[in-house]
């Protein structure tokens, strides 16, 4: 079977791909992975569709071992395939679309020159980055006439000072910077990179001060599950229908989330939410920030623990729970949801997008994937919203409760040769991923219990005292919870919550 190429484009598609082949190149995509072609990309294709956007994107990938993926789009014309399926108001969609956004696709450990001859190009307006989190890090690195830098933040500082010296510092000279890596901060992050390095390899103040002026570094905050590559039964079905294969196929959810730190004039330059895109221009990221953190992933650490030791493995198992999928929903809409300085209905309509996001029959999310590091995890998660009801001095909300007796209980363990392993209620071993250094002093507390015999709720309190584990002693400052929690845990044991 013939792999996509433009051969393989209907007349539409054809037209799509020809005039963005003409555009001039405004974007410069540092990162060829799945996470970027299945929102960003999406969201240019989709502008462009539209009529909204005339401009191409570059693409090269972060690090050596991307040239593959680099050349396979090279080879396909640019061109791939994403698929978007899930629940939507309810409903099953599934749309597929080939995406034509790609004007050059090329490796730049190769074609280093070729990298640097784009901060020449006039019509360059936007450089968007995902490196991960590993990516956007500055690690020293020595300047070499000809050779390649490696981080990602180094190569853009190369890039800047190229483009710097090349327009003789002109001020409307300067890109705009999207980096959409989950870090906090981290348009802020990106830009100390670039000014460090620059510090290091003696680029001149005037250089510096051009950075700093007139480029622009934006926090964001984005929020979509991509799901790559599907399985392959379902990948040679659909390639069968299409007529072509298609190695660079990814799928994704409906749900797509972009917030953006700056003015809404950017929209003139990408024009994103005029498109439809569910992208926001805001002042400040820290509502979506919180309703993310305390909702989303707050929902995750809530039914980990509980599901893992109750059997269930897949979150949209969970959901589909009749007593655990009630407990996450009355948990969110009853408890987190009115301890957040955020509009209620706002809130709940985004608690109505997470629901329908978990409960997606496409996407198969263990809980002992989100299982690691949950100790931290609750501290930032779920503690806050229990600390506020204490500090108000109501009683010590049941969800909530159940949710911290369930992390409690999950890190019964004992050190094996295997690692930190706990038993599910039903007896069943697991292991337990987390700092070895909190997960020791989890597993001191159970055996000392065990040991000398001590009551439940005995226990309860001396693992709230870690307060290496939860940033304060919970037993001295929060003395109720010892009672509410071990009495979860006993209910547990026997049973009575499967």
């Known amino acids: 079977m013939t792999t996509l190429n433009r051969s393989q484009l209907n007349e539409k598609q054809l037209r799509y ?71 939507e108001n309810g409903e099953s969609v599934q749309r597929t679309e080939v995406i034509s956004v790609f004007g050059e696709a090329f490796d730049p450990y190769s074609n280093w020159e070729a990298y640097l001859a784009l901060a020449e190009n006039p019509d360059l307006q936007v450089v968007v980055s995902n490196t991960t989190e590993a990516g956007l890090v500055y690690r020293p690195e020595a300047l070499a006439e000809g050779q390649p830098i ?82 392959a039964e379902q990948a040679e079905a659909w390639f069968g229908e299409w007529g072509y294969s298609d190695p660079m196929l990814s799928t994704a959810e409906p749900y797509h989330l972009w917030a953006i730190e700056g003015e809404p004039e950017l929209e003139a330059v990408l024009p994103l939410r005029s498109a439809g895109m569910n992208v926001h221009w805001v002042n400040d990221l820290k509502p979506f920030q919180l309703r993310k ?41 009853k408890e987190i949801i009115p301890s957040l300085p955020i509009a209620d209905q706002e809130l709940r309509e985004y608690a109505g997008d997470v629901y329908e996001r978990f409960l997606n029959p496409f996407i198969r999310h263990r809980l002992a994937d989100i299982a690691m590091n949950s100790l931290s995890k609750f501290k930032v998660r779920l503690l806050p919203s229990l600390l506020h009801y204490a500090e108000s001095y109501v009683a010590v909300p049941a969800g909530l409760a159940q949710g911290f007796a369930g992390l409690l209980r999950y890190y019964k363990v004992k050190r094996t040769e295997a690692g930190y392993e706990g038993m599910t209620l039903r007896g069943a071993s697991y292991l337990v991923r987390d700092d070895a250094g909190m997960l020791e002093m989890m597993a001191a507390v159970w055996s000392e219990a065990e040991e000398r015999q ?38 547990m044991e026997r049973g009575t919550n499967e």
């Open 17 to 87: 791909y020809e005039e963005m082949k003409q555009a001039p190149v405004t974007v410069l995509q540092i990162g060829e992975g799945n996470f970027l072609r299945g929102f960003f990309d999406w969201m240019l294709h989709e502008c462009r569709k539209q009529g909204l956007y005339k401009g191409s994107i570059a693409v090269t990938q972060p690090r050596q071992g991307g040239k593959p993926k680099i050349d396979a789009l090279a080879s396909q014309d640019g061109l791939y395939t994403l698929v978007i399926r899930g629940l």
């Open 454 to 491: 001590w009551p439940l709720e005995k226990t309860v309190k001396k693992l709230l005292g870690l307060e290496a584990v939860w940033g304060l002693d919970l037993a001295a400052e929060r003395p109720v919870l010892a009672a509410a929690l071990s009495a979860s845990i006993a209910e």
């Open 293 to 333: 953190v305390r909702i989303l992933n707050g929902a995750h650490t809530l039914m980990t623990p509980l599901g893992l030791l109750h059997g269930i493995e897949q979150v949209r198992e969970a959901m589909e729970h009749p007593a655990l999928g009630r407990l996450v929903r009355d948990t969110v809409e």
């Open 150 to 231: 490696q981080s990602f933040p180094g190569k853009l500082t190369q890039l800047l000072y190229r483009r710097f010296t090349f327009f003789e510092g002109d001020p409307k000279r300067g890109l705009v910077c999207l980096p959409c890596e989950l870090l906090e901060r981290n348009g802020d992050e990106l830009r100390s990179c670039v000014l460090q390095y620059s510090e290091d390899w003696g680029f001149p103040e005037a250089f510096k001060q051009w950075v700093v002026e007139h480029n622009r570094f934006l926090n964001s905050l984005v929020d979509r599950i991509v799901t790559g590559y599907p399985d």
